[in-house]
């Protein structure tokens, strides 16, 4: 890593210039996916990375430049085309960085890099056997372990060198187990993706065997669903994964990159209703080994607990500095980038529905005719005009109070302004589900989550012909 | 990197071949937002990536910070991969082969800094100007980006390839009666001084403008015309079907229908890395593979599978050239590379009059969620417009469409003559359908 004198050398540089701001992201990264097919390896995807991205500002006008070659012949011609961008200077200016020492909310009691990686495999092949023991019509396992750590050091400084330093290491591990059922002629396939921001005990508490089960389960149950009918229906969207309906519809639309462009449908809705009373949410980043956690976002900022809806009420955005400034708002330490290849901008970290009051059992109560979607798939939004789409993985027939029969092929669309009001129950059972996000500074992970809810109306997209 | 020393090492280490591959990667990207320029982004990347052979086992690893006095500890991890992998597996590095390159046509043309500023801003007034509903140029920008990769292995194989692009895009919101719909188009650009603004912006604006009080159609059966930029979304999310290695697993939906009839006999598919007419060729692949044309689907009967040198390896066959990365540091997977279905000879709007009523669909959203790449069964949003009297009509959206793609693409009534490869690497042309059930009202 750059030791602190080149960090301020190269500060000082970039300061030559009418920027008022400038930032060095640096990163080391080690990452492995163990990929595996009816538990024999098929590959061992691992990459060490390392570079840094300098960014400079000028009130709002943002300029930056990465490398993965950390010396002076790489970095100084970037350095120069980026003052050259905002205009260059002979101002000199002394950077002084202070030390930031944060305090560590994800400890890891077993990093992957210090076990054989023959025990890495293991995991992996200890969930694909649980899997295909689950039942006789499972046929095909496929198995991915992942590893990561990540080490960044950011260093910035305003105009007048004040400065400070801080690192972070995220350390993070997933699971990833498809289960294929066949039964006369008929090919379905279930998933299930747990992860955590922990080292490899996290697979103490939550056994691999759990994960190939679940896995397994889905995809059975897939092989007697019928093609799901179309329309508008009352929907009730299950616990953990299922919060990626709260993720799309409105996360997305909350975040700076949009609203201080005015390209979010809750642009300028601070204080106003934008959801059923009923509906309170946040977005914790400082939760202790969540898979979307960290101790500072990728400024250097300290991870917090955003409230961003409280009983329907629209109480906060995320923020990332640079936006911060085009709203003149205060960062609120959202600022996250897949790598050093990306410039940051808000982005969520563990986003969920907070606990509600209703019985599970209740969300089914009168609803003649609807879909229970129990396990979610990825959707998208469109934050200019909240439109979202996403799929669901497992779905369910309600009919008459009860769950009936698996349904395949739905998918549900609508818009985030107009699903907030509709959701009529939440129940008690909150839970969070692991997912990388995609966004303009890349792929990253978070957590969604939500209790099971009730939206009294949205359309479903299937294949049925009625 | 001394290559030469490390496969040296490698081999003293019962690495008996290695293989490096390394891409250099630069890129400059300029955005702009009212009035002046809001971003700069400037790179240059290596990445290096090593796969070797021991015990007859493949193992991968991909490195950006090379230190040949760091040699051992690096190929010390791919002993230990090697280790966990089953016996009789290995993949197997390419000699040097015999094929005549060909030359991409090189008629990029660089732009400096103050070109491109001044092109963003006159692009940025063409924007507003391209209809009175445009409320805001909500993203503009220019990229481009060069690209060279180079395999060296210890069977004497040293090859080169490489890549250039320059990409102009813009977003726009447009409003009415309190609606706000989105517009968005990139265009590959050759040269910028060259480029037609108003026909650009008019492009950007048209797309979101139609989107202004188009609404939900009647849930139902529809006869369906996928225009070229839906047909080329979804056949491109689903083109995986072809992949050798999902075959031989035994997870693609092709993995039993080695020359049957998998689609229409109107469709056939071909892939070829040397299209002159596309974006970028690339004359070998990610192992070194030189490449060449084949047809996937000859008049709907499947021929090829795509195929690298491990899943020819497995399948008994040879490779197709089409064993290319998802990056320097993935392994290497397969992909296509300048595949389309071949266009046919009727224009949109004659399948339009032929169709009589029905749906145009434009856009997809959600590929990458709501497909099943298992069964190839979808259930997508989607936008577009009513056909009537075989004339435009209303424009529909927040509707759905679903259905199964291999059903589909057995019902096809007309394939269009409008494939354009634009920026894309993998095109279709406009193609109508029999039917397909749509979700709205």
Redesign the interface.
């Known amino acids: 890593m750059l030791n602190k004198t080149d960090l301020a050398r190269y500060l000082a540089l970039c300061l030559a210039s009418e920027a008022d701001f400038a930032e060095i992201y640096e990163e080391e990264e080690v990452s492995e996916t163990v990929?595996s097919?009816n538990r024999?390896?098929q590959?061992?995807?691992?990459?060490?990375?390392?570079?840094a991205g300098i960014r400079l500002y000028k009130g709002?006008?943002?300029?930056?430049?990465?490398?993965?070659?950390l010396d002076d012949a790489?970095l100084l011609p970037?350095i120069d085309?980026?003052r050259?961008?905002l205009t260059k200077t002979d101002r000199t200016v002394a950077v002084d960085l202070e030390e930031v020492r944060v305090e560590n909310k994800n400890p890891v009691k077993i990093s992957f890099e210090d076990v054989?990686?023959?025990d890495r495999?293991e995991f992996v092949f200890r969930a694909e056997a649980a899997a295909k023991a689950a039942d006789p019509r499972i046929v095909?396992t496929?198995g991915r372990g992942l590893n990561v750590r990540q080490s960044v050091r950011i260093a910035s400084a305003d105009s007048t060198g004040r400065g400070k330093v801080v690192d972070d290491t995220r350390v993070r591990t997933r699971l990833m187990i498809e289960a294929?059922a066949a039964e006369n002629g008929n090919?379905?396939?279930g998933g299930y993706a747990p992860g955590a921001g922990k080292g490899l005990e996290y697979w103490e508490e939550r056994t691999p065997e759990s994960v190939g089960e679940e896995a397994a389960r889905s995809a059975v149950v897939m092989l007697s669903a019928k093609d799901?009918p179309?329309?508008?229906m009352p929907v009730v969207i299950d616990n953990e994964f299922g919060g990626v309906i709260f993720h799309e519809a409105c996360g997305h639309s909350l975040e700076a990159t949009g609203v201080a462009?005015?390209?979010s449908?809750f642009t300028g809705k601070l204080g106003q209703q934008i959801a059923a009373p009923c509906v309170s949410a946040v977005d914790d980043g400082t939760i202790p080994g969540a898979w979307g956690s960290e101790n500072v976002d990728d400024e250097g900022n300290p991870q917090k607990k955003r409230v961003l809806i409280e009983n329907g009420i629209l109480k906060s955005y995320m923020i990332d500095r640079l936006n911060g400034r085009r709203m003149g708002m205060e960062p609120t330490g959202s600022a996250r980038r897949e790598s050093y290849?990306y410039?940051p901008t808000s982005r969520m970290s563990n986003t969920f529905i907070c606990v509600g009051t209703d019985s599970f059992e209740s969300l089914f109560e009168g609803i003649e005719r609807g879909l229970y979607a129990k396990r979610m798939?990825?959707?998208?939004v469109?934050p200019?005009?909240g439109?979202f789409?996403?799929?669901v993985r497992e779905g369910w027939l309600i009919e008459n109070g009860k769950i009936t029969c698996p349904v395949?092929?739905?998918?549900l669309?609508?818009?985030g302004q107009e699903i907030l009001l509709n959701i009529d129950k939440v129940s008690d059972n909150l839970a969070r589900g692991q997912g990388m996000c995609g966004s303009s500074s890349g792929s990253i992970p978070t957590d969604v989550g939500q209790p099971a809810i009730r939206v009294s109306s949205i359309?479903?997209?299937?294949?049925?012909?009625e | 990197m001394n290559k030469q020393a490390w496969i040296a090492r490698a081999a003293e280490l019962g690495i008996a071949e290695l293989e490096i591959y390394e891409e250099l990667s630069e890129k400059r990207e300029v955005t702009w937002?009212e009035g002046?320029?809001?971003?700069?982004?400037?790179?240059?990347?290596?990445?290096t990536?090593l796969r070797g052979i021991a015990d007859g086992k493949t193992?991968?690893?991909?490195?950006?910070?090379v230190d040949d006095a760091k040699m051992d500890e690096a190929l010390a991890?791919l002993r230990?991969?090697a280790?966990?992998?089953?016996s009789g597996?290995a993949d197997e590095l390419r000699a040097p082969e015999e094929t005549e390159e060909v030359e991409a046509a090189d008629d990029w043309v660089t732009p400096t800094?103050d070109e491109i500023a001044k092109a963003l801003a006159e692009l940025e007034k063409a924007l507003a100007a391209a209809d009175s509903r445009v409320t805001?140029v909500?993203e503009l920008g220019w990229s481009e980006g060069k690209s060279v990769r180079t395999i060296v292995n210890s069977k004497g194989l040293d090859v080169r390839d490489g890549g250039r692009s320059q990409i102009l895009y813009a977003g726009v919101?447009v409003s009415e009666n309190g609606e706000?719909?989105?517009g968005y188009r990139v265009e590959a650009v050759r040269d910028l001084k060259k480029l037609d603004y108003a026909a650009f912006a008019a492009k950007a604006a048209e797309d979101a403008v139609h989107q202004l009080g188009a609404a939900?159609v009647q849930?139902g059966?529809y006869p369906v015309i996928f225009e070229r930029r839906a047909m080329t979304s979804i056949f491109s999310a689903l083109t995986d079907m072809f992949s050798g290695e999902r075959i031989g697993?035994?997870?693609s939906p092709l993995k039993d229908a080695a020359d049957t009839a998998i689609f229409s006999d109107k469709i056939t598919v071909a892939d070829d890395p040397r299209c002159p007419d596309a974006l970028s060729i690339a004359n070998y692949d990610d192992e070194g593979c030189p490449t060449r044309r084949k047809l996937l689907v000859e008049n709907g009967v499947f021929r090829q599978a795509l195929h690298n040198t491990r899943s020819a390896k497995r399948m008994k066959t040879v490779s197709t050239g089409n064993g290319f990365k998802a990056g320097y540091?993935?392994?290497v997977g397969i992909r296509p590379m300048n595949c389309s279905i071949l266009p046919g000879e009727k224009s949109l709007e004659e399948m339009m009059k032929d169709m009589g009523s029905g749906l145009v669909i434009t856009k997809l959203?959600?590929l990458?969620?709501?497909?099943?790449h298992?069964?190839t069964?979808?259930?997508?949003?989607c936008s577009g417009y009513v056909v009537e009297n075989g004339e435009r009509g209303r424009d529909a959206?927040?509707?759905?469409?679903?259905?199964?793609f291999l059903d589909l693409m057995k019902t096809v009534v007309d394939v269009g003559s409008d494939l354009e490869w634009e920026y894309h690497r993998i095109a279709a042309p406009s193609i109508r359908f029999a039917s397909c059930?749509i979700?709205?009202?």
Request: aromatic share 6%; proline share 2%.
């Open positions: 990929v097919l024999e390896v590959d061992v995807v691992r990459a060490v990375k390392s570079g709002t006008q943002s300029v930056y430049g990465f490398t993965n070659t790489h970037i085309d980026l050259s961008a054989p990686l023959a495999v095909k496929q294929f090919f379905q396939s799901c179309s329309g508008k462009k005015n390209q449908v290849r410039e798939g990825g959707g998208s469109n200019l005009t439109e789409n996403f799929s395949k092929g739905a998918s669309i609508g818009t359309t479903v997209g299937g294949t049925a012909n | 937002f002046r320029m809001d971003t700069f982004v400037t790179s240059s990347v290596l990445g990536s193992a991968n690893l991909a490195l950006e910070k991890l230990e991969q280790a966990v992998k089953p597996d800094m805001q909500t919101a706000v719909k989105s939900p849930s059966s697993q035994g997870i540091a993935s392994a959203s959600g990458h969620a709501g497909l099943n298992t069964t069964d979808f259930s997508l949003l959206a927040l509707i759905t469409v679903a259905g199964n059930a979700s709205g009202k």
